[in-house]
């Protein structure tokens, strides 16, 4: 079934469909992305922006919303969202792109302990460069700088591991040659 994630009308026929077609939903993962790679001081591109942003981060909520009844009727499950480490930290070569990723981050950081109430546990995984379509634009640059890509099967462990876990609100790194573990933020300071 084509889905436009940029749709929540999209995003809520296609959990009906996997209900329908499944006899339920208990694991649901969000992985739509795009990147707005631009060269540094390029004009603006609107359009692009807003693609970014609509399937990104929209996709993101919307698919959530769109799942969140048919896994409360279940009695609760998991969706574990796609991320990046560029919602971890400043990416100055796609700052779009990293706006919508903290985007992200902050929305599984909110709906993990919001959802938790309805055995729902909301995660995301947040690689740095894997082995997908999303890096051909700057694969040679990343070839040539020695930046590792990761393997997609690292990816996809990391996915099924969020699956299986009791963990919630989590934004897990992923980096070549180290084990994928959830990132550590640091408490905001309290008044004095």
Excluded at 56 to 67: F, I, K, P, Q, R
């Amino acid at each position: 079934q084509r889905v436009d994630v940029a749709s929540f009308e999209d995003n809520e026929a296609l959990m009906r469909s996997a209900v329908e077609q499944e006899g339920g939903l208990d694991l649901v993962f969000l992985n739509a992305g795009v990147s707005t790679f631009t060269e540094p001081g390029a004009a603006f591109d609107l359009e692009r922006y807003r693609r970014a942003m609509a399937i990104n981060l929209d996709g993101v909520v919307y698919g959530a919303e769109a799942a969140l009844p048919h896994l409360r009727q279940r009695g609760g499950g998991s969706i574990v969202a796609t991320a990046s480490l560029a919602g971890l930290t400043g990416v100055p070569m796609d700052p779009y792109y990293c706006a919508n990723k903290h985007g992200v981050v902050g929305l599984v950081r909110a709906l993990g302990p919001a959802w938790s109430q309805h055995g729902v546990r909301v995660n995301a995984v947040c690689p740095g460069f894997a082995e997908s379509a999303i890096v051909d634009p700057i694969r040679d640059m990343l070839a040539a700088s020695g930046i590792p890509l990761i393997d997609p099967v690292v990816v996809a462990g990391t996915v099924v591991q969020l699956f299986a876990g009791d963990m919630t609100g989590e934004c897990w790194w992923i980096q070549p040659g180290r084990d994928p573990a959830p990132f550590a933020f640091r408490n905001l300071p309290g008044p004095r």
